[in-house]
């Protein structure tokens, strides 16, 4: 698949951009660079505050680019984000392509994830003001990386770094008192982040949603790796869950205090939940780039005519259209996204079935 291509857009064209869904750090030097670019094209930006809800309500105001270059290194989004309700609603749908057209807008840029992207779709080809089809780009951002299309989204670099940075302060607890400590990290339906983060943190296991195991298999699992690092006098272990496991976490560790209650009754552990405190902070400077590289292709490639694509960050060649801006940033038809996407959940692309593959394969590896 390739990007689609319509007419070429023109200096003093009107481009609003919202954040939407689960804010990700990175989404402000995203809005920074989509701010700058869009300047030098030419482009009037106007940037619409709470996602979609605020696009409902007709609360556009043109970005300010000083504003944005204070913000970049800062996590959260300047703009504000939701999860509209009414935007989905075919009442939602008819206000939003009124406030379009009101507004003068000829393209929408949505920085956010699979909720957003598919929202976005839903006014490709609005009726805008000068007569000329709306025009949609998105950039990916979500902390979970579920989004096909994009080796790494805005937001998953700086989470992951966090995530280690507490689990090396939990290990120096952990190590002091010989304990053991159950990590809750984010990731709805993805163990991406779990996974990445056990690798860098060096756990001992780590409990993803991908490899289906029951409540049974989980705690047989759990109860080994503690033995074994028990036997091997280590003075810490780290299990990292995903919040995508669908077993709460304390019946988990209810079930392996159980089994370990008789055989290894010195075995104490804790759980700690890390929430949203992965999902704030400052980007480190890989999302800062990642975040500007992929907004300035989506700006110029809105300028040339492109639409209904996602800025993806993929090898050169691997898929979807690159352009000369960037060997890098590739775009990447968002049907094309959303199919492989809902493909990835299911756990039916190649994709999914090598993550599968890689996280039994690294359980071992790290056991
Ligand atoms: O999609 C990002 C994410 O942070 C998930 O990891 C998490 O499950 C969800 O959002 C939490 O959403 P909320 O902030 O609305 O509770």
């Known amino acids: 698949m390739i990007a689609e291509m319509i007419s070429p857009l023109s200096s003093g064209d009107k481009i609003g951009v919202l954040t939407s869904g689960g804010d990700a750090p990175g989404m402000n030097a995203a809005l920074r660079a989509v701010a700058r670019v869009g300047r030098e094209v030419g482009f009037s930006m106007l940037g619409v505050e709470d996602g979609y809800q605020g696009l409902l309500a007709g609360r556009l105001a043109p970005l300010d680019i000083a504003a944005l ?10 703009l504000g984000t939701a999860r ?13 392509r009124r406030v379009i057209r009101e507004a003068g807008l000829v393209g929408l840029i949505v920085i956010g994830g699979n909720g957003s992207l598919t929202g976005a779709r839903a006014l490709l080809g609005a009726e805008t003001a000068s007569g000329v089809p709306l025009r949609i780009a998105g950039l990916p951002a979500s902390i979970d990386n579920d989004l096909a299309g994009t080796s790494m989204a805005i937001g998953v670099d700086t989470a992951m770094n966090t995530i280690v940075e507490a689990c090396d302060r939990i290990l120096d607890t952990a190590a002091a008192h010989r304990r053991t400590f159950l990590i809750e990290v984010m990731g709805r339906d993805c163990g991406y982040l779990a996974m990445t983060a056990g690798i860098a943190s060096g756990a001992d296991t780590v409990l993803v949603p991908e490899t289906g195991k029951t409540r049974e298999e989980l705690a047989a699992q759990l109860a080994r790796v503690i033995e074994k690092a028990v036997k091997a006098q280590r003075r810490r272990i780290l299990v990292i869950k995903s919040e995508g496991v669908a077993i709460k976490t304390e019946d988990l560790k209810a ?4 089994v370990l209650r008789e055989r290894l009754p010195d075995v104490d552990s804790r759980i700690t939940v890390l929430g949203h405190v992965v999902r704030g902070g400052s980007p480190t400077a890989f999302d800062r780039l990642l975040a500007a590289r992929l907004g300035n292709v989506a ?5 040339e005519g492109y639409t209904d694509f996602m800025t993806g960050w993929v090898g050169p060649g ?3 259209t690159v352009t000369a801006h960037d060997p890098y940033v590739a775009l990447v038809p968002i049907p094309q996204v959303l199919e492989e996407t809902a493909k990835l959940h299911s ?19 790290l056991e």
Do not use: C, H, I, M
């Open 255 to 258: 079930d392996v205090d159980a």
């Open 318 to 320: 691997v898929q979807g």
């Open 299 to 303: 700006v110029r490639a809105l300028f």
């Open 84 to 96: 509209s309700k009414v935007f989905p609603t075919p009442e939602g749908q008819a206000t939003a």
């Open 347 to 365: 756990g039916d692309s190649p994709l999914a079935a090598w993550r599968k593959r890689v996280y039994r394969e690294v359980e071992t590896v």
């Open 69 to 78: 270059d204070d913000a970049a290194r800062r996590g959260g989004t300047l």
